[in-house]
């Protein structure tokens, strides 16, 4: 067999194979004596059609077959012979097939370019200090506040700003003749809400329980909901209830009623460490994003467009995932996803090359995955999702996602291998 690998650029290339005609034809023998089993011609029994004739009736479908066949194994073979290997599945083209001569045809391919990690030592990383100040744990306690607040009734006066009250309301847009009434009944609104239409706070406040208003609201031009901006609607409210957000006393007892403290300090304390320990997590993201973008620099070669894209698609998935677990239907989400995917693309060109480069890193050093380390992390995976772990491998299998599962997992013993030889300095 013949092959030559001709440079288009530095990632992409043309493989030219030619196969010789006697492989060619044992293989054109060997499909024609499948058809002859199977061939139905008026004339011959069943398995008793001479070859010739069947070439001649099948010779299309046998010679499609025998590139189906050969193709793959030639393509394997020459890869193998010149140590270069594809990023992805190549592109057959020129596709020529002939009884009595050579097999040939060219497979267009993209390589990863070649990539110098250099000296690890020479990368300096700056890890941002960790700090937590007694603001941000006041914060955290007036939100735990926020959340075990208490409503009681009130009595004996109106509603003010800040009260939840439990109203029938209708609504009618003014304007149009053929607009309908909305009537809503047993209602809760919180008197202040950002979520409350312009104007509203104002004309409900004072009212009593069991008193009735009716009044109108013009909606400012630059509102929100677009189908009101501009318009006028005329409101009906009832009040049946008033109620009052009354919060706990920031005291031992508020601590214990959390858990297991027994004094409002033992509670300070633990959101304190749980900060500490959150603004530590975010210092590790930080250093390894700051290694990522010192890693992708040091590639200047183009990287492949294949491996570019399938990046963005990744990216894509991912946020159509986050979308659909915040109940948000990505196709009525009004996005532009060609937009979308453009704004990916520098990113995704940043994050091809630092995975070039941990890749190298990893052969280099010898860094391998376990097949017991693909089994814990389908563990892990299978119990964030409330699945089984064969369920999940299924899955993966299905999908191809082992292989990058595996390559994940390879990257991320580079970074740590990485990270325990860089520079690291203290911001």
Known sequence: ?????????????DLVVEIPPDVVQAEIDRVTRDYSRAARIPGFRPGKVPPRIVRQRFRDQILHEVAHE???????EALRERGVEPVDTPDIRDVVVREGEPLRFTASFETAPPVDPGDYASITLRRPPVSVSEEEVDRVL??????????????????????TVLVDLDRRALGSPDAEVERHTNISVEVGAPANPPGFDEAVAGMHVGESRRFTLTYPDDYAITELAGGSVEYGVTVRGIKRRVLPELDDEFAKD??????LEALRARVQADLEAEAEREADRELRADLLRQLAARV?????????????????????????????DPTQANINWE??????????????KSALVLDEVARREGLTVTAEDL???????????????AAVRARLEREGGISRLYAGLRRERAIDFLLAHVRIVRA
């Open 375 to 389: 089994e814990r992390e389908i563990a892990r995976h299978a119990e964030r999702t409330g699945r089984t772990a």
């Open 300 to 328: 200047t070669a183009e990287v492949p467009a294949s491996l570019v894209e399938r990046e963005i698609d990744r990216r894509v998935e991912e946020f159509v995932r986050r979308l659909l677990e915040q109940r948000i």
């Open 142 to 163: 007036a939100r735990l506040r926020e959340r075990a607040a208490r409503y009681e009734p009130v009595e004996g006066r109106g509603v003010e700003p800040g009260d």
């Open 70 to 76: 050969l193709i793959p194994r030639a393509v394997d």
């Open 1 to 13: 067999m013949k092959s030559e690998v001709v440079d288009i650029s530095a990632t992409r290339k």
């Open 258 to 263: 959390l858990g297991t403290f027994e004094t």
């Open 339 to 352: 937009e979308f995917r453009e704004r990916q693309r520098g990113p995704a060109v940043e994050a091809v």
